[in-house]
């Protein structure tokens, strides 16, 4: 079972910037999805942004598009997700997570997906003030 790890959260006001980082322990192999998730308390866990693992290509869930930017600087290296104009609504519980692609190497950005056949760090708290 391999491990991730997040850190990087904390407290910001709005419009605020914080930058996450997701590691994998060393023992781990790193499968080609990666992914950031958040869940807000009373809330679903929603996909935020993801990106192949090595891969240029990042995806951007609509309420994150332009705000936040999710990066590696090479294949099996700390995704990093780069938060700026945060707002309230942004305050949540953060995590990352890794899991396989369809037998077409594709990457299914949903909660489920990631649930489905993948593994999950433990969060990071981001909140984000008026």
């Known amino acids: 079972q391999g491990q991730l790890a997040e850190s990087g959260g904390g407290s910001v006001q709005t419009g605020g910037s914080l930058r996450l980082s997701c590691a994998a322990s060393v023992s781990t192999s790193i499968p080609g999805c990666m992914g950031w998730f958040r869940q807000a308390p009373g809330k679903e866990r929603e996909w935020v942004a993801g990106?192949?693992?090595?891969?240029?290509?990042?995806f951007y869930a609509d309420f994150v598009r332009g705000r936040f930017t999710v990066s590696q600087d090479r294949k099996n290296a700390p995704v990093l997700l780069q938060m700026t104009y945060l707002k309230p609504e942004d305050t949540a519980m953060y995590y990352c997570?890794?899991?396989?692609?369809?037998?077409?190497?594709?990457?299914?950005?949903?909660?489920?997906?990631?649930?489905?056949?993948?593994?999950w760090g433990h969060g990071t708290q981001v909140t984000v003030a008026s």
């Open positions: 997570a890794a899991w396989q692609t369809d037998w077409l190497g594709r990457c299914d950005w949903t909660v489920s997906a990631a649930r489905r056949n993948g593994y």
């Open positions: 990106k192949y693992n090595g891969g240029p290509s990042t």
